[in-house]
């Protein structure tokens, strides 16, 4: 059986740098940092005060007031994201048969707003139990993926993908898959979490994972910078629009990149930390690259994990020169966390995102906030200090890794006819 091409043909992002895709672009391109103290809580009594959260969001200019009771924000994330994709490539009005369009979404956490939300109400009262009847319906994590499919009619396969921070990785490449395999011949795929909440700052806050520079948090997200001392908690949405190439040829559709390499593995090693030889990451990739039919001196650019954290960026890195050898200091490496922060299960996909605009505009996305590079990083590395750097970019490759030790890996192909 010989595997069907797929290709982009659709992009949404809402990120802490940028409500859209041209926004978030002309951010990354620009170095900017989303960190900033904390508005949607009180957050004055954690160690972490700051974080990376949208701006300027308000649910009521996308739903009506019914809807907003109805919606955990990763839903409504979710929803503004995909419909942006949905645009950008076409569906809004194309016709193309709904049972052939499905969706895979993921998401590390789902609802965390809406339980924390009904507990403390519970809490508060006199210990009678009432509970919102839509508590169940706005936590659960795949009810994204169902409410995208709603909106649209897409009738095609439709869940959620659940693997902490590799989940809308997984995500796309399972939609890859499925189109590969002719069980559809389009997908709406990606990731949203929106954890920025007591319940969210102060679980990662307890596990010591966050950085506390809180008089500087512009600064805080710092991957491979010898001064790091934790990722920084992000949310938002990335969607992009997935499709069988003949078929997007046949209805003109424009084509951003094509997906040629994915990869999955697992640490099986510890419950939070990788590999600190990053023996995952390397085999992640290495499927990547088999599965592309490339050798590693064919690639441009890897958008890594690169989370800010001691025990994270290093084992990557060592994962990186293993895989990629000498040509691993040709080809440009740069963190675009140092600015969105960490959007946890929605980090893949957005971080995709990045990898095709970078193809698209033959431009490296910086790594901000990297002034002291860590002794133990070989300075041989292009770690993309700063500024972006124009290059060439015909294959991109972008690394998510999750707890649990789950990794995941995809090619983006500048698109050839």
């Not at 954690?46 to 007031?65: N, P, Q, S, V």
């Not at 959620?160 to 921070?165: D, G, H, I, Y």
């Not at 930390?273 to 650019?301: C, N, T, W």
């Amino acid at each position: 059986m010989e595997l069907k091409r797929v290709v982009i043909t659709g992009l949404g992002a809402l990120t802490p740098i940028g409500n859209n895709l041209a926004e978030y672009w002309d951010a990354l391109k620009n170095g900017r940092s989303g960190a900033a103290p904390i508005r949607s809580f009180d957050a004055s009594k954690f160690k972490t005060t700051f974080a990376c959260e949208l701006k300027g969001f308000d649910g009521a200019a996308h739903f009506d007031r019914k809807e907003v009771r109805k919606l955990d924000l990763y839903s409504q994330y979710a929803l503004v994201a995909a419909e942006q994709a949905v645009r950008d490539a076409g569906l809004a009005e194309g016709a193309f048969a709904h049972e052939r369009v499905g969706v895979v979404w993921g998401s590390g956490i789902g609802g965390i707003h809406t339980f924390w939300n009904e507990a403390e109400e519970f809490f508060k009262g006199d210990g009678t139990p009432r509970f919102n009847p839509f508590f169940i319906p706005k936590m659960i994590s795949d009810i994204a993926a169902g409410l995208i499919a709603m909106k649209y009619g897409f009738r095609g396969p439709n869940y959620t993908t659940v693997s902490a921070c590799a989940s809308s990785t997984h995500a796309i490449v399972d939609a890859t898959n499925l189109i590969r395999l002719g069980k559809a011949d389009i997908f709406v795929s990606g990731g949203s979490e929106a954890a920025i909440n007591p319940a969210g700052l102060g679980g990662f806050s307890s596990m010591q994972a966050l950085s506390t520079r809180n008089d500087s948090p512009e600064t805080a997200s710092r991957p491979f910078d010898k001064d790091r001392d934790g990722f920084v908690l992000g949310e938002g949405a990335g969607a992009l629009i997935l499709e069988e190439l003949e078929h997007a040829k046949a209805r003109g559709a424009k084509i951003y990149a094509e997906i040629v390499g994915t990869g999955m593995t697992a640490d099986a090693y510890h419950l939070t930390a990788p590999h600190p030889e990053g023996l995952g990451a390397a085999s992640v990739m290495r499927l990547a690259l088999d599965e592309a039919g490339i050798k590693p001196e064919d690639v441009d650019y890897i958008n890594v994990h690169g989370t800010s954290t001691p025990a994270g960026d290093l084992p990557e890195l060592r994962a990186v020169q293993q895989v990629f050898g000498e040509a691993a200091k040709k080809l440009n490496i740069s963190s675009t966390k140092s600015m969105t922060g960490h959007l946890l299960g929605a980090a893949g996909a957005v971080e995709s995102v990045a990898c095709i605009m970078a193809i698209q505009h033959s431009l490296i996305p910086p790594t901000i906030n990297l002034h002291n590079v860590d002794e133990a990083i070989d300075p041989a590395l292009q770690l993309t200090p700063n500024t972006p750097v124009s290059r060439k970019v015909r294959y991109a490759l972008s690394n998510t890794f999750g707890f649990g030790g789950h990794n995941s890996s995809l090619i983006f192909k500048a698109y050839e006819a």
